[in-house]
């Protein structure tokens, strides 16, 4: 145990444990009116990120490479939560994405995300599989493709898109000939504007949703519906903007303790502007810093990694990682629509707290049985 301490990735470790208490000072501020926090959101997510760090410190010290033989049911097991939620999840506002457990609710998709990452992982590592063929290309957006779609289904757009980049990286890591995905990264280029044009000029016949619809339309043109569908990307940025260089003070931030920036998101997908706004420009990039060590040093361990398997897992991961990060505070500063991606240690939810810090306990795993 003193040998594996030794060798334990404490950089990593201790930024996590920086964002963690980060999250619960912002998420009190998020929750906070009148003198005090009126929801109790704090010390909830307070018991979420201790079980997270038991996830962590068990997923940690578990030889990861015993879990490559059952990939595949791990990838079952994620399909399978993903079409049972469609049918017995809760409904919230038309979506079925979460199961309700005595009061509790877990997100499935959440888990789903890390079953393709070790499935993929897992099946592009291995000797037997020829990454040059295009046949592994087509099986591998397949294997990603299945989730995705029923993600999608839920609906959640914003979570199913996180898996694009993750399959894209894991198939360059494997070795998969670049050329495919330079092509495959141009069609999808080329669908997005087309997207844009369908919406644009022929919005009705569109297949998506009318709240995915007008959230496209008002990333596009903000004074489209400023007191609708935009008033959360308007807010954001106001909030973003407005604390300057260092803020305006811990619990001092007007947008979001007057109630402009909605109550209900402020804790979750807004959370980064709380930071902006209390902190400014300094804090932001304190925690920009946090989140560039966090997913340098999963890179760290995936070029450290004693087996394909390993490197893969860990790379997987760190994308992921740097996908909700890059989407969530895009989104908040108005370079992205708006999506429901969470940012990772920092927005209030359970499932998301736990389901992260056990994908980067498995990347502490391989760090700890890397190649000297």
Same mark, same amino acid.
């Given at each position: 145990?003193?040998?594996?301490l030794?060798r #334990?990735d404490w950089?990593m470790f201790s930024?996590?444990? !920086? ?11 998020a929750d906070y009116?009148?003198?005090h926090?009126v929801g ?8 979420w990120?201790?079980i997270?760090?038991g $996830?962590y410190?068990?997923?940690a010290?578990?030889?990861y490479?015993?879990l490559? +033989?059952a990939?595949?049911?791990i990838y079952?097991a ?9 049918? @017995?999840?809760m409904?919230v506002y ?6 309700s #457990?005595?009061?509790?609710t !877990?997100?499935?998709?959440e ?5 393709v990452i ?6 592009l590592?291995?000797p037997a ?13 397949v294997?990603?493709?299945v989730p #995705? /779609?029923?993600?999608?289904?839920e609906?959640?757009l914003?979570s199913a898109m996180v898996l694009?980049?993750?399959v894209v990286? /894991? /198939?360059f890591?494997?070795g998969v000939p670049?050329?495919?995905?330079l092509?495959?990264m141009?069609l999808g280029v080329v669908?997005?504007?087309?997207l844009i044009i369908w ?6 016949s569109?297949?998506l949703?009318?709240?995915?619809? +007008?959230?496209?339309?008002v990333?596009?043109?903000i004074h489209?519906?400023?007191l ?9 940025? @106001?909030a973003?903007g407005?604390?300057?260089?260092f ?6 931030g &007007?947008?979001n303790i007057?109630?402009f920036l909605?109550?209900t998101v402020?804790p979750?997908?807004?959370i980064?502007?709380?930071v902006?706004e209390?902190t400014?420009f300094?804090?932001?990039?304190l925690l920009?810093v946090l989140y &560039?060590t966090v997913?340098?040093r $999963?890179?760290?361990? %995936?070029?450290q %990694?004693?087996?394909?398997f390993g490197?893969l ?7 992921l990682?740097f996908s909700h ?5 895009a989104?908040t500063?108005?370079?992205m629509p708006?999506?429901?991606?969470p ?7 359970g499932?998301f707290?736990?389901? &992260?810090?056990?994908?980067l306990?498995?990347v502490?795993?391989v760090?700890?049985?890397?190649r000297?």
């Amino acid at each position: 145990m003193n040998r594996s301490l030794l060798r #334990f990735d404490w950089v990593m470790f201790s930024a996590i444990a !920086v964002l963690l208490v980060l999250s619960g000072l912002f998420i009190y501020s998020a929750d906070y009116r009148n003198d005090h926090a009126v929801g109790g959101l704090m010390g909830r997510q307070l018991v979420w990120a201790l079980i997270g760090l038991g $996830c962590y410190s068990a997923a940690a010290f578990l030889d990861y490479r015993k879990l490559n +033989s059952a990939h595949w049911w791990i990838y079952l097991a994620g399909l399978f939560s993903l079409v049972l939620v469609l049918f @017995i999840g809760m409904s919230v506002y038309g979506a079925h994405r979460w199961f309700s #457990f005595g009061g509790i609710t !877990v997100q499935p998709s959440e888990f789903a995300k890390l079953a393709v990452i070790f499935t993929l992982a897992s099946w592009l590592g291995d000797p037997a599989t020829d990454v040059e063929r295009f046949k592994t290309f087509m099986l591998a957006f397949v294997l990603a493709g299945v989730p #995705f /779609l029923l993600i999608a289904m839920e609906p959640d757009l914003g979570s199913a898109m996180v898996l694009l980049p993750i399959v894209v990286l /894991l /198939l360059f890591c494997a070795g998969v000939p670049l050329r495919p995905l330079l092509i495959l990264m141009g069609l999808g280029v080329v669908a997005l504007l087309l997207l844009i044009i369908w919406l644009l000029f022929f919005p009705d016949s569109c297949p998506l949703e009318d709240y995915q619809k +007008s959230r496209i339309l008002v990333y596009l043109n903000i004074h489209q519906d400023p007191l609708g569908a935009g008033w959360n990307k308007l807010q954001s940025q @106001i909030a973003v903007g407005s604390g300057g260089w260092f803020g305006k003070g811990y619990l001092k931030g &007007t947008q979001n303790i007057l109630g402009f920036l909605p109550r209900t998101v402020a804790p979750t997908d807004f959370i980064y502007s709380v930071v902006a706004e209390e902190t400014g420009f300094a804090g932001s990039s304190l925690l920009l810093v946090l989140y &560039t060590t966090v997913v340098v040093r $999963c890179m760290s361990a %995936a070029v450290q %990694a004693r087996d394909t398997f390993g490197r893969l897992l860990a790379a997987g991961i760190g994308v992921l990682i740097f996908s909700h990060v890059f989407v969530n505070i895009a989104m908040t500063i108005g370079l992205m629509p708006i999506t429901g991606v969470p940012l990772p240690l920092m927005s209030y939810g359970g499932t998301f707290m736990v389901s &992260t810090m056990t994908a980067l306990g498995l990347v502490q795993s391989v760090y700890l049985r890397r190649r000297i």
